[in-house]
């Protein structure tokens, strides 16, 4: 007989309840990181995928030999060629081991060790990224030769994981898979712009020390180790002192991973970049300064190196003022008598209604391609403005905010400034002067006395309004920028500044270039001028 047992009640008289199933937390979790492990995977193998596919095919021919970059004047006339590649190619074996060491040394230590991708160094430096000390240095020489003949300089966003991806890839298995150690230290070496319009080592080495790359000593040999890094900015002729600090870095570099001795990195530390190179002897193009300043604006703007990067430039350059210019500079103009060599000179000339710049003074004498350019380099030329920006700084915002005519009265009278007073240059005072007699004179108590009249915050908008900008650091004008006793004028900022005054008040910053198209894609970028009344 099946027994039946009574259900006990509780002392309520109420039937136990069931007990309820716990929340399994750790079941979960367990789930939902596999399942986001799961979902990572298949996105890295899309990912791969799409790397796979839309990776180029790697042709080691692609590395030499590129289209060159057409610069044409306003009229559309072409003027200059860049990138006509003057390369003499070295093999492996005419290659020096101190130069070996020194590129093995500085770009990639770990080179001879692994498959085109240092793993190690690609988290270090990723992860030094991450906590924003900076991430260079994760790519390998063979990375490199990807990024320089393939891919392009983008990193960041998504098109510079793709880049840096596309570039692991070809490394792997398009270049290490297919040739030696060897042979990619030979593409190296061979496929770089070295600057000065070197292509490869052997060129560099017979424009810079006038000798074959075979012959080069130890302290020639860190100083193009050190330029793979940044061509342009290691250039010799252009910036010697990071030149010479950067090879001093190469040298460290060369003794810390035991190349050389101390003893040899001494001796070579002391021939400094001026002793080993040899003065730049380049046949320059008679629109040298002009081609130098669409170069660096190009450069500014895109990011891409119009000598490495085939294109069409249509400038702004006007040729019958260039021209003019250039027998100004060059001293043969029947007008105008330069009193010796050692006077220099820099010029913009502007069309004031919309910015362009339609000639360029660089300089007297200029030698080579992109050396010194006095007119519009910040970099190099940046000067005192002098007495050119009393209308900036002085008259014009006495005008535009305490309505001062051009016939207000000034008394021209010892002035004070800082602990004395101003003086003129001729140590006279004229009295009573109207604001134009006294612009007109150059008269430095009267521009004080404007420069007064206002507040620095009205002084501080309407200079910079006009593209001119006060010294790193400074929000409160000193009295001395009254007369332009401070340093951030180039010709070409000046000359920008002074076209709003004929142009209705319209500022446009000066700009040498209209359109670029990209000979390989035919892809046109035109720059964003920006026209703004001030």
């Known amino acids: 007989m099946k027994k039946f047992r009574k259900k006990k009640d509780n002392v309520d008289g109420e039937s136990t309840p069931k007990k309820k199933r716990k929340f399994r937390f750790g079941y979960w979790l367990l789930v939902f990181v596999l399942t986001c492990g799961l979902?990572?995977?298949?996105?890295?193998?899309?990912?791969?995928?799409?790397?796979?596919?839309?990776?180029?095919?790697?042709?080691?021919?692609?590395?030499?030999?590129?289209?060159?970059?057409?610069?044409?004047?306003?009229?559309?006339?072409?003027?200059?060629?860049?990138?006509?590649?003057?390369?003499e190619k070295v093999t492996y074996d005419e290659l020096p081991q101190v130069l070996i060491d020194a590129i093995i040394a500085t770009e990639d230590s770990r080179f001879f060790q692994h498959n085109g991708f240092d793993a190690a160094r690609f988290i270090k430096a990723s992860a030094s990224q991450l906590i924003g000390h900076g991430g260079g240095g994760a790519s390998t020489l063979t990375m490199q030769i990807s990024k320089n003949a393939y891919t392009d300089t983008v990193s960041s966003g998504f098109e510079?994981?793709?880049?840096?991806?596309?570039?692991?890839?070809?490394?792997?298995?398009?270049?290490?898979?297919?040739?030696?150690?060897?042979?990619?230290?030979?593409?190296?070496?061979?496929?770089?712009?070295?600057?000065?319009?070197?292509?490869?080592?052997?060129?560099?080495?017979?424009?810079?020390?006038?000798k074959p790359i075979s012959e080069?000593?130890?302290?020639?040999?860190?100083?193009?180790?050190?330029?793979?890094?940044?061509?342009?900015?290691?250039?010799?002729y252009i910036n010697p002192k990071s030149t010479e600090s950067r090879r001093q870095t190469v040298l460290y570099l060369m003794e810390r991973h035991g190349y050389i001795t101390s003893e040899e990195r001494e001796i070579a530390s002391?021939?400094?970049?001026?002793?080993?190179?040899?003065?730049?002897?380049?046949?320059?193009?008679?629109?040298?300064?002009?081609?130098?300043?669409?170069?660096?604006?190009?450069?500014?703007?895109?990011?891409?190196?119009?000598?490495?990067?085939?294109?069409?430039?249509?400038?702004?350059?006007?040729?019958?003022?260039?021209?003019?210019?250039?027998?100004?500079?060059?001293?043969?103009?029947?007008?105008?008598?330069?009193?010796?060599?050692?006077?220099q000179a820099g010029?913009?000339?502007?069309?004031?209604?919309?910015?362009?710049?339609?000639?360029?003074?660089?300089?007297?004498?200029?030698?080579?391609?992109?050396?010194?350019?006095?007119?519009?380099?910040?970099?190099?030329?940046?000067?005192?403005?002098?007495?050119?920006?009393?209308?900036?700084?002085?008259y014009g915002p006495?005008?535009?905010?305490?309505?001062?005519?051009?016939?207000?009265?000034?008394?021209d009278e010892k002035t004070p400034y800082g602990s004395g007073s101003m003086r003129n240059f001729n140590g006279?005072?004229?009295?009573?002067?109207?604001?134009?007699?006294?612009?007109?004179?150059?008269?430095?108590?009267?521009?004080?006395?404007?420069?007064?009249?206002?507040?620095?915050?009205?002084?501080?908008?309407?200079?910079?309004?006009?593209?001119?900008?006060p010294e790193e650091g400074i929000t409160k004008l000193p009295q001395s920028y009254s007369v332009g006793a401070f340093n951030t004028a180039t010709p070409e900022i000046l000359a920008g500044a002074y076209a709003a005054f004929g142009n209705g008040g319209y500022y446009t910053k000066p700009y040498s270039f209209t359109k670029i198209v990209y000979r390989e894609s035919e892809e046109e970028y035109t720059p964003d001028i920006e026209r703004k009344r001030v």
């Open 398 to 411: 006495a005008i535009e905010y305490e309505n001062l005519s051009t016939y207000g009265p000034f008394i």
């Open 270 to 343: 002391k021939l400094t970049v001026d002793d080993i190179v040899k003065k730049s002897t380049n046949s320059t193009n008679d629109y040298q300064g002009f081609i130098d300043t669409v170069v660096a604006e190009v450069k500014e703007r895109t990011g891409i190196n119009p000598y490495t990067t085939p294109m069409l430039i249509y400038t702004t350059m006007d040729r019958s003022k260039q021209d003019y210019i250039n027998d100004i500079v060059e001293g043969r103009n029947k007008n105008y008598k330069w009193e010796n060599d050692v006077v």
């Open 428 to 469: 006279k005072y004229n009295g009573f002067m109207t604001m134009r007699d006294c612009l007109k004179n150059s008269v430095n108590t009267c521009a004080l006395q404007a420069f007064n009249m206002t507040t620095n915050e009205q002084k501080m908008e309407f200079m910079t309004n006009l593209g001119v900008q």
């Open 216 to 236: 080069i000593n130890l302290a020639e040999a860190a100083m193009l180790a050190g330029m793979f890094q940044s061509p342009d900015a290691y250039d010799p």
């Open 347 to 394: 010029i913009v000339m502007l069309k004031s209604s919309t910015g362009d710049i339609v000639a360029v003074g660089a300089g007297r004498n200029k030698k080579g391609a992109n050396t010194l350019n006095l007119a519009t380099f910040d970099y190099q030329t940046k000067r005192h403005p002098g007495s050119t920006i009393k209308p900036i700084l002085d």
């Open 160 to 210: 510079g994981i793709k880049r840096k991806f596309t570039d692991i890839y070809l490394s792997i298995f398009k270049i290490e898979k297919q040739y030696t150690k060897q042979d990619i230290l030979e593409f190296y070496v061979n496929s770089y712009y070295m600057g000065a319009g070197a292509y490869g080592v052997q060129q560099a080495s017979l424009t810079y020390f006038n």
């Open 39 to 87: 979902l990572c995977f298949m996105a890295g193998i899309g990912f791969c995928y799409y790397i796979v596919k839309s990776a180029p095919e790697f042709d080691k021919n692609n590395m030499f030999e590129k289209e060159s970059t057409r610069i044409f004047d306003s009229n559309g006339n072409l003027y200059a060629t860049l990138g006509s590649e003057k390369r």
